[in-house]
């Protein structure tokens, strides 16, 4: 059909050194619903920066005399059984799971998106025995392996979310491998090798934006995954420590009561979905906005 | 009585960016055994119409706005979709251009062809079978039994077009639609194909409407042409009208176009910047299939400051040569020699100080462009990475490379998908040229345009070489275009070197039955017999 | 989307309607009738007993397994010398008719009453005893329990390998039914030990049939294999899934036993067999989660059935760790926990307070008080030891093994002497076989424990805490209460006197306190009307003979 | 073909030795063994358990003595439930766990490909959105989450269907293959909503419409294959994260499988039982992709051919 240009208004003489992301931002504004999305989750991780200054109790605070009673005045969200605010459990809950959200997809994606360029771009043995290494790990014992890591390194928030992260790498490696092989084919890339780029150069500037559709996808599927691995973890006593908590945790707890303290349940939860959908927002619209074809129509 | 009256049709996309005229009240008819063609470029709305017409074009945001097409007595644009599925295939049916997205790649060729026929004629699966089997061997499929079960992929790309057409032609329509049928095909098939549409079409007496972008692949099939521009035709009128004295001067363009002369062979046989010896190179064979001898001990030399035309078929081998003198494949074995200096087993390391002295220009422009970076970008990279220029500079030198080959300044921030084929073809060159290379491999720039597009770019691929005086290996499988520009031509086929010449030479006593098959071949020579053309293309 | 879109949606409204049609009518199919016809209603009416039982039993081999669940099936297939009143807990004949206690208390004369019958027809004979003690014994076995034999003269020794003649082990066959048992010290409660399951005798034949009878591959034990003297025979079992028991024609008491089959479920997740109960899948639960018991006591009471238990939850303290080696900080730590706010709120007035480490009314015997919750005195005691107002205390962990109530306790805890003692702990949890090897190693600071008397005694709890106790781990160590346990004790016939020793040893340490007794368990269930004969006691303890259902109910 | 099969299986082995060799130290290495319990073991005991398990010989030569008994198909005695060999439970628990997988993934499949493929019809439009948000619940919904909460409303307040057990009474699988179901049709939602929106943009739908093929045999027939493409690919691992993962449905309905017994044995330090499963789950594993591929090539003509040949 007709070559769709749309009139791009911009100041003849200088335009200012753009990049694949800058230009994703520009158009990232211009879709609505990742907008809101974004504005939600800074809005989420302000509040969860801030918690230590605004929650409105302390995390361990609590009464047991005030156990688990109904959202009030004085407790918006009500108490667990140890009567502490519910508000405030879910604020410190959201640090560790949004760390843990974030530290481990960040770790996945760092090595998964890296390890999986790297096997399709060099493809033949190199790939095939890159690949192997990953079935292996693949199929290992995940849970012995997080136990033993806890035991021998001790409980260590970091390390949690590091184990987590290099789990969930290898589907990543998988994915980004696939983009990456048939992408290397395109002539694009032979033109940037007669230019004379190293390959290191071809990978990060001409494969992996290519690539990052599928990846960002899988993202926002990871970043729920982890939070909910880490939930079960620590519900198996392999994860952070009480009386701090996350919203897996709390929703883990809840669920236990959810017919005696209903909000328990609702609120964890709630908050957990709304995050989630949110981030899912934001990431199909940056996939849109990535890819300069989509964002046009 | 015409089989089909197309009366002041409009079609009208509205877009986010506003109302785009696609279709601007076009009337023409097609006679029974006769052959409409409708001449244009890309975006010039002439699939669109055709198309509207069986309400296979997307709406919102396509709209009809106005006309009458009149078909079987009824006017087409008022059935409803159930009985426009009635028409579709049975009464008119299309041949799309590219055979090899055409088909379903997931059915088999027999599904596809007995699809119609069933759903039409409520055929039995045997009858359908049959009469299927018939008509692929009517278009030339041979031992069609067994071809009903092959995969599309099984065919080569003008066997495909005859599967097809004889898809097309199963249900045995009054009228057939052929799309472009030929753009993407090798010059000896293009014909072929032609050919047998044109028995077909007698055989059967079917009303033809050809769409094209060239004006020299109608010559021999038209008998009434219709050039269209931005929705409107320029000019209706039966053929040697058209081509003899065209009225409207975008008539005479598109004519002008034809690459018809030849260039003054710049004949001086230098010390050779480029020269292979017996160069061989092999690709392993996928899954246990026998390695493939693309290139079968060649040698070769490019002389300085010549533009040496390749020609050849699709998998002659041509574009590997060129691939393998630019070090993207590694050549088997042999030797290749870039001034002098040999270069057949530099590693990459090694080849990137000769990178910037030589560059390729791909054939698709859209697959050579990285979707995911700016003109700007594009151009700035290879600026950068040889420290062509300073930092300050670079916008400077990236407008300048603009400039060069002809973008316009403003579009420096767009992206690949927003420019048309020609323009982006001209990004790629300047992608080339902003190295100032000595030698560029130049394979196939201009196959995947429109003709009127493709004389720009040969003419700004002779500005350049003009300019920068560079060397060029010019690949290409239409021999028109190479002898526009080339000054010595060799024929390739089957990986081997059949034929070496100045052009001259080779176009008026090719020593090869090939080559002469490939003149044979070249669309519309009774056109560039039949008329004189300007010698020079006024773009 | 084409014009035709339309269409599309046409037909796909069509398949939109099909496919959740057919995924219902699959869906309706698998329901069949429905479950309105429940397992309770059924069991009712055909008298089999549907119970969750916990975890799955490792096996149901008397002489290999421990554990509450395996206690259970156990204890309906097969039967000791001795049964228990479950009114009562008043030893009752089982295999034996009757028995004569030497003066000295040392000797024991069991007389096996004659029609008493293994499930393949053979009698259970007194060398049946014998031969099942000595398996029982022998090393080579590594049975966890065989210590519940050491009372019997060398059996200690015949077990540690010592001695590797079993004859002279006080265990003599002195006629076929006639079974003499010798021991080291008169233990006035030997006979309890004689109603556990670690004493049941097994069926020789069988168990050789299949391997040798130290041999823990051994396939003798399983369904179709295993040849029972209980009430009931094993007809049908599958891991984690369930395991039936059918009434036992040889018994020789069949016609008192009222079930025809008891079925045990493996419940290890305890919200769904509160959903089981509520969907009448069972009749009656091993637990109820705290959560759910003020709902059950404001609306069906009825159903809950609660009882002391023999058994305390309480800390270990690491007394070789600074700073916890003074005991000035051991009491304070003890002192400043509240343990009735503890039992009111987060553990739902469930569990008694308890502030030593026997639980009270064992058999009338009544745990010393020698301390009360006093945050006053915490503080002082802390502040003497060097601490005042927990300055530089170091701060250290609350080990408990992944659970939620103990972490419910702990961190409780944690907040009590966060607030008045200024200390600050941190609750760890560990994955249980984690837990136990930091535990076993020492490596920890605070430790939750809980124990479960083997039977009715003081000394059951007590002689855990003797010098380098297999279960102390606390590194308390002191010659007196050693004294006490290991030999005074003993040797003591009258109860009161025996008592009265067990209460000095008991002082003796909690006035060391290197545990923090919490709170004394009760056990807890919910228990459908239909079901009688399972009455509350502290032994938690059912004898199936008495079971019956009640289908008017 | 069956070369292909034959080298992937080749390939197989090394990755599967690997697997065991490091679990085998790897559970080793755990703190807590297979016996410790919170009575006392006396010393005596404990030895004798350990020479009744070989615990007392070296590790290497366990390793080699399991490696080889391993080869004969015997995966060694359970640890933790006595006169039960490994093979034994696990082709007790895995039939069961196969089953419920199974449902669940056709439940995944058929929900998730139809939603997924009304969704790319209509692209960004409520019956795009509709189902998309709801696949997204599915995906941030645990199924430790999900099942207590289908149990509380189907099985106690409607009363429709059993809260709990495998086969003991009617419609007990309904709510354990949907538990373990949702989140697979989520993601494959996604999967052939994509999918479907690639191929539906292809030309040789324009060229089936032009026959004059209704709109519903162009999708259903020539849509259809392309689109669900990356579905057949995905399923293959899914299978295997399913039978793998299925653990906390196996325990939230006390359903027997393999998953429960995998857990339960982590926990028990039933090293052998550990290592059987383990095993099991990563040949599963490969198996699976396996199957998955040549799924995918098989309903791609031109792998498809290249396999033939």
């Given at each position: 059909m007709t070559s769709r240009i749309t009139s791009q208004v911009l100041d003849q003489d200088i335009p200012k050194g753009t990049s694949l992301w800058e230009d994703a931002l520009v158009r990232l504004r211009k879709n609505r619903l990742s907008m809101i999305g974004l504005g939600f989750l800074v809005f989420i991780m302000i509040v969860c920066l801030l918690t230590p200054w605004?929650?409105?109790?302390?995390?361990?605070?609590?009464n047991l005399r005030l156990?688990?009673?109904?959202?009030?005045?004085?407790?918006w969200l009500g108490t667990d059984t140890f009567g502490r605010d519910m508000l405030t459990r879910i604020m410190y809950g959201g640090r560790v799971s949004l760390l843990v959200g974030f530290i481990a997809t960040s770790v996945a994606l760092l090595i998964g998106v890296t390890y999986g360029a790297i096997a399709g771009y060099a493809g033949g043995k190199t790939d095939a025995f890159m690949m192997r290494l990953v079935d292996i790990l693949y199929a290992l014992p995940f849970m012995i392996f997080i136990i033993l890591l806890m035991v021998v390194f001790g409980r260590n928030l970091l390390l949690l979310f590091l184990a987590i992260g290099a789990v969930e790498w290898l589907v990543m490696a998988r994915i980004v491998r696939g983009q990456i092989q048939s992408l290397r084919q395109q002539e694009y890339v032979e033109a940037a090798i007669s230019l004379g780029l190293s390959p290191a150069t071809i990978i990060m500037k001409h494969l992996i934006p290519n690539a990052l559709g599928p990846v960002i996808v899988y993202t926002t599927l990871t970043i729920p995954n982890v939070m909910l691995l880490e939930a079960f973890l620590s519900f198996l006593g392999l994860g952070i420590q009480p009386p701090e908590s996350s919203w897996g945790l709390l929703i883990s707890y809840g669920v236990e009561t959810m017919e005696e303290y209903p909000w328990l349940l609702i609120f964890p939860g709630l908050t957990l979905t709304t995050t989630l959908f949110a981030l899912n927002f934001l990431g199909d619209g940056l996939r849109d906005a990535l890819d300069p074809k989509a964002s046009r129509d | 009585m015409s089989l089909l009256q197309v009366q002041d049709l409009s079609v009208y996309f509205h877009t986010r960016n506003g109302v785009v005229k696609a279709v601007d009240g076009i009337s023409f008819n097609v006679e029974a055994g006769k052959t409409f063609a409708i001449i244009g470029e890309s975006g010039s709305g002439k699939s669109v119409a055709c198309y509207s017409m069986l309400g296979l074009i997307p709406m919102p945001p396509g709209k009809i706005e106005s006309g009458k097409v009149m078909f079987q007595g009824q006017d087409l644009l008022k059935l409803s979709e159930k009985e426009l599925r009635k028409v579709r295939g049975k009464g008119i049916s299309i041949i799309f251009q590219d055979p090899m997205t055409t088909l379903n790649p997931f059915l088999k060729i027999g599904d596809q062809l007995m699809e119609p026929l069933r759903l039409h004629f409520g055929l039995s699966k045997k009858e359908a079978w049959q009469k299927s089997i018939d008509i692929l061997e009517e278009v030339g499929i041979k031992n069609a039994a067994q071809r009903m079960n092959a995969w599309p992929f099984e065919f080569s790309g003008g066997m495909r077009q005859r599967v097809v057409i004889a898809m097309a032609l199963v249900t045995e329509p009054e009228i057939i639609i052929a799309d472009e049928p030929t753009t993407a095909l090798d010059v000896t098939v293009q014909a072929q194909i032609l050919r047998l549409l044109k028995e077909l079409q007698v055989r059967r007496n079917i009303g033809v409407i050809f769409i094209s972008h060239d004006l020299s692949v109608v010559a021999?099939?038209?008998?009434e042409i219709g050039v269209m521009q931005y929705g409107k035709f320029m000019e209706v009128g039966d053929r040697d009208t058209v081509f003899n004295n065209p009225q409207d001067d975008y008539t005479r363009r598109l004519l002008a176009a034809v690459p018809g002369t030849q260039k003054e062979a710049?004949?001086?046989?230098?010390?050779?910047?480029v020269s292979i010896n017996e160069l061989v190179v092999e690709f392993p064979g996928g899954k246990n299939q026998d390695t493939v001898v693309a290139v079968n001990s060649v040698s070769l030399d490019i002389n300085r400051h010549e533009i040496l035309g390749l020609v050849g078929e699709s998998g002659s081998g041509k574009s590997t040569l060129g691939r393998a003198i630019t070090r993207l494949v590694n050549p088997t074995s042999g030797k290749i020699y870039f001034n002098d200096e040999e270069i057949s087993h530099y590693s990459l390391a090694r080849m990137k100080p000769l990178r910037r002295h030589m560059q390729i220009i791909f054939q698709d422009p859209y697959a050579s462009l990285n979707p995911r970076m700016t003109v700007y970008d594009t151009l700035a990279e290879p600026l950068l990475l040889h420290r062509i220029c300073m930092r300050n500079e670079l916008e400077g030198e990236v407008f300048a490379l603009m400039d060069s080959v002809g973008l316009s300044r403003e579009s420096v921030l767009r992206y690949p998908h927003e420019f048309s084929g020609g323009q982006r073809q001209r990004i790629a060159i300047g992608r080339a040229i902003a190295t100032k290379p000595e030698f560029i491999v130049a394979d196939e720039p201009v196959s995947a345009l429109d003709v009127t597009i493709q004389a720009q770019i040969l003419d700004l691929l002779l500005e350049l070489v003009e300019r920068f005086d560079l060397t060029m290996l010019f690949i290409s499988h239409d021999l028109g275009v190479v002898r526009y520009l080339s000054d010595r031509i060799v024929v390739m086929k089957e990986g081997v070197l059949v034929e070496t010449g100045s052009v001259s030479e080779v176009f008026e006593t090719p020593t090869q039955d090939y080559t002469r098959a490939l003149l044979d071949a070249i669309p519309g020579k009774s056109l560039l017999e039949g008329l004189a053309v300007p010698s020079k293309s006024p773009l | 989307m084409t014009p035709t879109s339309m269409q599309v949606f046409f037909k796909m409204k069509l398949s939109r309607a099909l496919i959740p049609a057919l995924l219902l009518s699959l869906f309706l199919v698998s329901c069949g009738g429905g479950s309105n016809e429940s397992r309770v209603i059924t069991g009712n009416q055909q008298g089999v007993l549907h119970l969750g039982n916990g975890t799955e039993p490792q096996g149901i081999d008397p002489h290999i397994v421990t554990g509450v669940p395996e206690h259970h099936i156990i204890g309906a297939l097969f039967e000791g010398l001795v049964t228990k009143n479950p009114y009562t807990l008043e030893p009752e004949p089982g295999v034996a008719e009757s028995w004569e206690i030497s003066e000295d208390g040392r000797v024991y004369t069991f007389q096996l009453r004659d029609n008493a019958r293994w499930s393949n027809g053979d009698p259970v004979v007194a060398e049946d005893f014998r031969w099942s003690w000595e398996r029982a014994l022998t090393p080579e076995l590594g049975s966890l329990y065989n210590y519940m034999f050491f009372p019997i003269l060398n059996a200690e020794g015949f077990a540690t390998g010592a001695i590797d003649d079993f004859s002279e082990v006080g265990v003599k066959v002195l006629g076929e039914r006639t079974l003499e048992v010798t021991l080291r010290e008169p233990t006035p409660f030997l006979l309890q030990l004689f109603d556990h399951y670690s004493t049941y005798p097994v069926h020789p034949p069988t168990v050789l049939a299949f391997g040798s009878p130290s041999d823990r591959f051994s396939q003798w034990s399983r369904e179709g294999n295993i040849v029972t003297n209980g009430a009931f025979t094993l007809t049908e079992w599958q891991v984690n899934s369930h395991i039936r028991v059918e009434k036992s024609p040889y018994y020789w008491d069949a016609d008192e036993v009222k079930l025809n089959a008891i079925v045990f479920y493996p419940t290890e997740n305890i919200v769904t067999e509160e959903r089981m109960f509520r969907d009448e899948q069972i009749h009656f639960t091993n637990e109820v989660a705290l959560d759910k018991v003020p709902v059950y006591r404001s609306e069906?009471?009825?159903?809950l059935q609660i009882a002391p238990y023999l058994g305390t939850y309480y800390y270990l303290i690491n007394t070789t760790r600074e700073p916890f080696d003074d005991v000035r900080v051991r009491k304070a730590l003890s002192m400043a926990i509240d343990r009735d706010l503890l039992v009111e709120t987060i553990l739902e007035n469930l569990y008694l307070p308890s502030y030593a480490l026997v639980p009270p009314g064992t058999l009338g015997y009544e745990p010393p008080e020698t301390f009360t919750y006093d945050p006053e005195q915490a503080r002082q005691l802390l502040a003497e030891a060097g601490y005042p107002g927990g300055e530089n205390f170091p701060s250290f962990d609350i080990l408990y093994n992944t659970q939620e109530n103990h972490q419910k306790i702990a961190v409780a805890i944690q907040q009590m002497w966060m607030e008045t003692l200024g200390v600050s702990a941190t609750p760890m949890n560990q994955e249980w076989k984690v837990y136990l090897d930091s535990t076993d190693n020492f490596n920890y600071s605070i430790s939750r424990r809980g124990w479960i008397g083997d039977y009715v005694d003081p000394n059951t709890f007590l002689d855990m805490m003797i010098t380098d106790g297999g279960n102390n781990k606390t590194g308390f160590s002191d010659s007196r209460y050693d004294q006490l346990i290991l030999r005074d004790a003993p040797a003591t016939l009258d109860q009161q006197e025996r008592f009265k020793l067990y209460q000095e040893a008991e002082t003796i340490l909690m006035n060391a306190m290197p545990i923090i007794p919490i709170y004394t368990y009760q056990s807890k269930h919910l228990k459908h009307p239909s079901l009688k004969g399972m009455p509350p006691n502290i032994m938690d303890y059912y004898n199936w003979k008495y079971v019956y259902l009640d289908a008017s109910q | 073909m069956w070369r292909f099969i034959g080298l992937r299986s080749l390939q197989a082995i090394p990755v599967i030795l690997a697997v065991i060799t490091v679990t085998f130290f790897l559970v080793r290495a755990a703190p807590g063994g297979p016996f410790s319990s919170e009575k006392a073991v006396s010393p005596q005991v404990q030895a004798a358990l350990e020479a009744q398990y070989r615990l007392d010989q070296p590790a290497l030569q366990q390793y080699i003595s399991y490696l080889t008994d391993l080869v004969q198909g015997n995966m060694g005695p359970s640890f933790y439930y006595p006169g039960r060999s490994v093979d034994e439970l696990i082709f007790q628990g895995l039939p069961i766990t196969a089953e419920l997988g199974l449902y669940a993934l056709l439940i995944a499949v058929i929900i998730g490909s139809f939603a997924g493929v009304i969704a790319a019809l209509k692209p960004n439009t409520m019956q795009d959105y509709v189902p998309m948000s709801i696949a997204m619940v599915g995906i941030c919904m645990p199924s430790f989450l999900l099942g207590p909460v289908l149990v509380l409303v189907?099985?106690?307040?409607?009363?429709?269907?059993?809260v709990s057990g495998w086969g003991n009474s009617y419609g007990d699988k309904v709510l354990p293959s949907i538990t373990l179901g949702a989140m697979y049709a989520a993601y494959i939602a996604r999967l052939s909503r994509s999918g479907m929106l690639e191929v539906m943009s292809q030309d040789y739908l324009r060229t089936a419409r032009a026959k004059g093929l209704p709109e519903y045999v162009v999708i259903l027939k020539h849509a259809l294959r392309g689109g669900l493409l990356p579905v057949i690919s995905y399923l293959g691992p899914a299978f295997a994260a399913l039978l793998s993962g299925s653990f906390v449905v196996e325990t939230i309905f006390q359903i027997p499988g393999l998953g429960r017994f995998y857990v339960q044995a982590a926990f028990n330090r039933d090293y052998t039982m550990i290592l059987g499963t383990t095993v099991f789950l990563s040949t599963l594993i490969v198996v699976f992709n396996l199957l998955s591929d040549i799924a995918a090539a098989w309903v791609n003509p031109r792998l498809r051919y290249q396999f033939k040949k």
């Open positions: 605004i929650a409105p109790y302390g995390y361990e605070e609590q156990g688990a009673i109904p959202p009030s005045m004085q407790h | 021999d099939i038209a008998d710049t004949g001086e046989s230098n010390a050779p910047m | 069906q009471p009825e159903l | 189907f099985g106690i307040m409607l009363d429709w269907l059993p």
